[in-house]
């Protein structure tokens, strides 16, 4: 069972288009991270958010961390070809124990010029 | 470049092989971790190194798996007897003492068993 869900699992949108993909679960965290992997590459941490309600933005990209600290967005402005990539959300659910870093199954997007 | 580095880039294996990955932390991070990814999902931890030692460990790592941090620099991942379902992306991440939640990615080392 994945305790955490990402939807959808695959995206194609024109260049241009804007878009959200969503991270969730039933369990509470204390902190998130969003990373972009490209084929063939590790993931790049885009943003770690850690406030119930955060909103941090990065160029055209804007994260939100849910009100209950249970789920999360990722909305992309104007998308561009070199935004194709799988988008993951990972999270942690204590301080301490390191097994507790969780993956979701990512959101693979494709940006068609 | 003084991000994480990860060798070899692509292996291929017969199954029943022994295999060795190395991983390159980046050099002031304490912590070091493993993770094995396959298609369309998302990376599962597989072990912990806090210096050179190895703190934590997933139940996916079963007896035929070993990592080793001897000097608390880069690390090892070793697959003994390789089978067919080992083919994965094996990730190393490394992470500060006084970040526990960011870490670092390498490039992966791309295990195909034959």
């Known amino acids: 069972t994945q305790l955490l869900e990402q939807s959808p699992q695959f995206l194609s949108i024109q260049e241009g288009e804007n878009l959200t993909v969503y991270c969730n679960s039933s369990s509470v965290f204390s902190s998130l991270q969003w990373y972009r992997q490209e084929p063939g590459e590790g993931p790049v941490l885009l943003v770690t958010?850690?406030?119930?309600?955060e909103v941090k933005k990065l160029k055209r990209l804007t994260f939100q961390f849910g009100d209950a600290r249970k789920d999360s967005s990722l909305h992309i402005t104007a998308a561009q070809p070199g935004d194709t990539g799988l988008y993951l959300c990972a999270a942690h659910r204590g301080k301490t124990s390191y097994d507790k870093v969780i993956f979701g199954p990512g959101t693979s997007l494709s940006v068609i010029p | 470049d003084t991000g994480v580095s990860q060798n070899p880039r692509h292996k291929i294996t017969k199954r029943g092989q022994n295999v060795t990955f190395r991983c390159d932390p980046i050099s002031e991070h304490n912590r070091l971790y493993w993770y094995r990814q396959t298609l369309g999902q998302g990376p599962e931890f597989l072990t912990y190194f806090q210096n050179e030692a190895q703190l934590e460990k997933s139940r996916l790592l079963s007896d035929r798996f070993s990592a080793e941090r001897p000097k608390g620099s880069f690390s090892t991942l070793e697959i003994q007897r390789t089978e067919q379902g080992d083919s994965a992306m094996y990730l190393c991440?490394?992470?500060?003492?006084?970040?526990?939640?960011?870490?670092?990615f390498g490039p992966g080392t791309r295990l195909l068993v034959l």
């Open positions: 991440a490394s992470s500060p003492d006084r970040t526990q939640e960011t870490q670092y």
């Open positions: 958010v850690v406030t119930g309600g």
